[in-house]
């Protein structure tokens, strides 16, 4: 990281000391015509007290996203792009780390939810793990998908449009579109969009 950069980053944490603590309609608001400028672009959007914006450039956010109490977004290194309408709940995090992290439109992303764009490489048993650096892989996810809480997404996954993550899942493979998803790791559970029955009529 260079000597600028470093600087953007305490820059961007001073920002956030001023002015991310602010709660209520008046805190929302001043937070979107103060933070909004920095991104690379943004559309309108809500942002919650405690959230933690780095790399501000590196992101891109559509009309009508909503971030969140106490949400990340982690791109000082990467780059994370959002359609319109993405809702990250209370405490869940993107951390693009040196990948790219895309996330389409009409996607809501439950509370305490983790979307990782890279993974610590260990193979090497002379040096720490730490030491070892990062393996980045993009992640996508696609338009109109529901992520519940708790969900994690690891590097290099795709989650197709219209599909559901459940509470807990451990996305460490792809997921076909329209498909619910649970499990650790996630695995298909079924197909959205089937006829049902209830008290013995078709709906």
């Not at 809501?108 to 720490?128: E, K, T, V």
Request: hydrophobic fraction near 40%; charged fraction near 20%; include cysteine.
């Amino acid at each position: 990281m260079t000597l600028t950069e470093r600087f953007a980053l305490q820059g961007e944490e001073l920002w956030r000391l001023l002015w991310g603590w602010i709660p209520g309609g008046f805190g929302t608001l001043l937070r979107r015509f103060l933070y909004r400028p920095l991104f690379c672009s943004a559309g309108p959007f809500r942002s919650g007290v405690g959230v933690v914006v780095q790399g501000f450039a590196h992101i891109s956010m559509g009309k009508g996203c909503g971030l969140n109490r106490h949400c990340s977004l982690y791109a000082s290194r990467g780059k994370i792009s959002m359609g319109d309408n993405v809702f990250l709940g209370d405490f869940s995090s993107i951390n693009a780390n040196d990948a790219h992290v895309r996330i389409g439109s009409q996607v809501a992303i439950g509370p305490m939810c983790l979307i990782q764009g890279a993974n610590h490489s260990f193979d090497r048993l002379d040096l720490p793990i730490t030491g070892q650096g990062h393996i980045p892989a993009e992640v996508v996810i696609e338009d109109n998908v529901w992520i519940g809480a708790h969900a994690v997404i690891l590097p290099g996954t795709r989650i197709g449009a219209g599909a559901v993550i459940a509470a807990g899942a451990v996305v460490s493979r792809d997921v076909p579109p329209d498909t619910v998803a649970a499990g650790v790791p996630a695995r298909p559970l079924r197909r959205r969009g089937r006829k049902y029955e209830r008290n013995g009529e078709c709906k």
